[in-house]
């Protein structure tokens, strides 16, 4: 049987506009440049959004309407780092909550778990392990109030009919008076935004060239690197961060696992990530589109970022 990989890669590269989806950037090597990544001078978004935890704890905390114990169940987790400042906040102030963190690895929930216990041990912490489509419809069985986090801007990765289908089947098993936070890049100077995905030490470059690495690993593919290249564009009038690898030659790439050969004509592109970037009135309306309404924006102080509060 094809994996999800090989099926999502011989669906992008048989397509007329080649693409890939940039959720497999994330394999080890992946994981590890991302980490990097975070740390550029450039890449001010995670930066921003841990001040925002750092910074408005307790202002996020006076925001939640909870009279009794509630979950927090947040999707794509990472490791944490900036939950388990809020999450900190939330027990000192005495607020009642279980942790639920939902990760297709067992493993970085297990990580994660551990992370967090260290942190803060008086935390209680049940990690979901499993696809969000198939864990999602499973929590609404449980009655205590929920308070949904999707931060990191992960949320920019989708176009934008399945960011709104996404966010609207979390809507669907959220019941009135549960929360949503999403965190969202926001639109600013354009020379600011495009650094930050065309930074000066090319990691952002080899963070996409990984994905051709990864194919060669996994699926018995023959790209050359050096054939392909890295381009990033920042369109303003969208608010769209597209990224790109370029075949720099006409050429011909064998994928020995799907069987099958893939011709790039020279200068064709393979569409590798979204990054979008939003404005209030894009949120605004995000938010009445599946069922929400902005219940308050809690912003770092340059403006660059936010993490919204919806209401159901
Ligand atoms: C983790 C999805 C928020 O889109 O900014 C970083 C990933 N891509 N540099 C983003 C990423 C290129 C990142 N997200």
């Not at 704890?57 to 006076?62: K, L, P, R």
């Not at 990760?103 to 778990?113: H, N």
């Not at 020279?266 to 590798?272: D, F, R, S, V, Y």
């Not at 009135?281 to 919204?308: C, N, W």
Request: aromatic share 12%; charged share 25%.
């Amino acid at each position: 049987m094809r994996s999800g990989f090989q099926k999502d890669v011989d669906k992008g590269l048989s397509s007329p506009k080649k693409f890939i989806p940039s959720k497999y950037f994330y394999d080890q090597v992946g994981d590890r440049i991302f980490q990097k990544i975070m740390s550029l001078p450039e890449y001010y978004l995670s930066r921003s959004e841990y001040k925002i935890f750092e910074e408005q704890g307790v202002e996020i905390a006076q925001a939640l309407p909870f009279k009794s114990a509630f979950d927090i169940v947040e999707l794509g987790a990472g490791d944490g780092s900036k939950t388990k400042l809020l999450l900190k906040t939330l027990n000192a102030l005495g607020l009642e909550f279980t942790y639920r963190p939902v990760d297709i690895s067992k493993a970085v929930l297990e990580q994660l778990k551990s992370n967090i216990v260290a942190f803060c041990p008086e935390i209680s912490v049940d990690p979901l392990a499993g696809d969000y489509f198939d864990i999602l419809p499973h929590l609404s069985t449980t009655d205590k109030p929920k308070l949904f986090l999707f931060l990191g801007s992960n949320v920019g990765n989708f176009q934008p009919a399945e960011a709104e289908a996404f966010i609207q089947m979390i809507s669907n098993v959220m019941h009135s008076g549960d929360l949503l936070m999403i965190g969202m890049d926001l639109q600013k100077r354009p020379q600011l935004i495009e650094k930050a995905y065309n930074d000066s030490q090319g990691l952002t470059a080899s963070f996409n060239m990984n994905l051709l690495q990864r194919m060669n690993k996994e699926l018995g593919a023959n790209f050359d690197l050096d054939q392909f290249e890295f381009y990033v564009h920042y369109d303003p009038v969208r608010g769209f961060v597209n990224s790109f690898l370029v075949s720099l030659e006409d050429q011909e790439v064998e994928i020995l696992r799907l069987n099958k050969s893939y011709k790039f004509r020279e200068n064709e592109l393979i569409h590798t990530e979204l990054s979008r970037k939003f404005n209030e009135e894009q949120i605004e309306r995000l938010a009445f589109r599946t069922g929400f309404f902005v219940r308050k924006e809690f912003m770092d102080p340059d403006h660059y970022f936010v993490d919204s509060l919806w209401e159901k």
